[in-house]
């Protein structure tokens, strides 16, 4: 992987996972999985920033989808101990569910176990392995397009001698009057 792409693909993939994995903020990407598309767009950014060319689509492109395989990664590492801060408050909501509606069965809360915890987890991770490149690079083709700079002038017409710029000699004729 060239060096270039490095840090904007984990910052972008930091977004991505972060805002992925927090609870209550994580709902966002049930709309067309905004934050997925967020880090794409995020490493666009950064990238085109630390060039002075504009960059491609394609550039883009593979820098959103390395930014969705860090998010997937980033995403999973943190849920892991954010579900287990959660899993009290989880098995207390289910209990008030089973206390008001009476006719909740016992296995419905045997569903929430440890073992179905690991099973979402891996599952999930899965999910984001392969949404997550697949929407961050949209979010990177979006990003392209929406920073990209303006190409930069192009050089001056070399002088005579090779010389160009404001240092080249100049051939002024010589009068004799």
């Known amino acids: 992987m060239q060096n270039r792409l490095v840090m904007p693909s984990l910052v972008g993939g930091l977004v991505m996972g972060v805002l992925s994995a927090l609870p209550l903020i994580n709902f966002v990407n049930a709309c067309c999985c905004l934050w997925v598309v967020a880090g794409g767009v995020v490493a666009a950014y950064l990238l085109q920033q630390n060039q002075i060319a504009p960059i491609t689509p394609a550039d883009g492109a593979l820098v959103g989808a390395l930014a969705g395989l860090v998010g997937a990664v980033v995403s999973t590492v943190l849920s892991l101990p954010i579900n287990l801060l959660m899993a009290p408050f989880q ?73 160009s710029g404001p240092s080249a000699p100049i051939d002024v004729p010589h009068s004799t009057s």
């Not at 296995?107 to 979402?120: N, P, R, W």
């Open 91 to 163: 098995q207390a909501m289910l209990e008030r569910l089973r206390e008001t509606s009476g006719s909740v069965p016992p296995e419905f809360g045997q569903l929430f176990g440890s073992a179905a915890g690991v099973v979402a987890t891996v599952i999930g991770f899965l999910f984001m392995l392969v949404v997550g490149p697949a929407f961050s690079t949209i979010g990177g083709l979006i990003g392209a397009m929406m920073f990209r700079k303006a190409p930069p002038p192009p050089a001056p017409p070399a002088g005579p001698g090779g010389f």
